[in-house]
T-cell receptor, first 113, second 113 residues
Framework: QQQVKQSPQSLIVQKGGISIINCAYE??????FPWYQQFPGKGPALLIA?????SEKKEGRFTISFNKSAKQFSLHIMDSQPGDSATYFC????????????FGTGTRLQVFP | EPEVTQTPSHQVTQMGQEVILRCVPI?????FYWYRQILGQKVEFLVS????????KSEIFDDQFSVERPDGSNFTLKIRSTKLEDSAMYFC???????????FGQGTRLTVV
């Protein structure tokens, strides 16, 4: 019940295209769903996060879609840019306690000009 | 902007030697974590620390590992007798009172030879 399944493992998108990364979780007690972006040699950086009381959250070109009944959430990157090329990790946890983040396996995104 | 700082950025050590990885979390944060990432793989939880004690540890965090917060600002991870398989990026993270957004440091690359 602690796993987070992430797909695809890698993604190649042309500049201006839409990148979509999906995650599925098992534990219905999780109530915080962030996406982290990681560039080579750097630490993960929070990109955007959602709570289960909303089905979608948008920040600039980045949107999280959340489907509580299916226990799935996804990251959409609109108008993908070469600077978006990085590894993206979904994660989840329960908030308001000492729980750690449980990470997905990561998606390596490459955006070509 | 406040940030988590980690030192050293890269450490090479001989198998069997002790290493101490250092972290300075964001000053008003209450929850502290160590994660590790073997090259190209997912981010794995090692240990969480709250209220001056370990709140959770993973099966990776065996008797060879220990954590300390000696002076209210630093947070250290010690590996007593390093093994080749300890070679990885080690990330420190901290989060505030609600334990939602976790801020990660830039990591320490540990190479055991």
């Amino acid at each position: 019940q602690q796993q987070v399944k992430q797909s695809p493992q890698s993604l190649i998108v042309q500049k201006g295209g839409i990148s979509i990364i999906n995650c599925a979780y098992e534990n219905t007690a999780f109530d915080y769903f962030p996406w982290y972006q990681q560039f080579p040699g750097k630490g993960p950086a929070l990109l955007i996060a959602i709570r289960p009381d909303v089905s979608e959250k948008k920040e600039g070109r980045f949107t999280i879609s959340f489907n509580k009944s299916a226990k799935q959430f996804s990251l959409h990157i609109m108008d993908s840019q070469p600077g978006d090329s990085a590894t993206y990790f979904c994660a989840t946890k329960r908030i308001f306690n000492t729980d750690k983040l449980i990470f997905g396996t990561g998606t390596r995104l490459q955006v070509f000009p | 902007e406040p940030e988590v700082t980690q030192t050293p950025s890269h450490q090479v050590t001989q198998m069997g030697q002790e290493v101490i990885l250092r972290c300075v979390p964001i000053s008003n944060h209450l929850y502290f974590y160590w994660y590790r990432q073997i090259l190209g793989q997912k981010v794995e939880f090692l240990v969480s620390f709250y209220n001056n004690e370990i709140s959770e540890k993973s099966e990776i965090f065996d008797d060879q590992f220990s954590v300390e917060r000696p002076d209210g600002s630093n947070f250290t991870l010690k590996i007593r007798s390093t093994k080749l398989e300890d070679s990885a990026m080690y990330f420190c993270a901290s989060s505030g009172a609600l334990n939602t957004e976790a801020f990660f440091g830039q990591g320490t690359r540990l190479t055991v030879v």
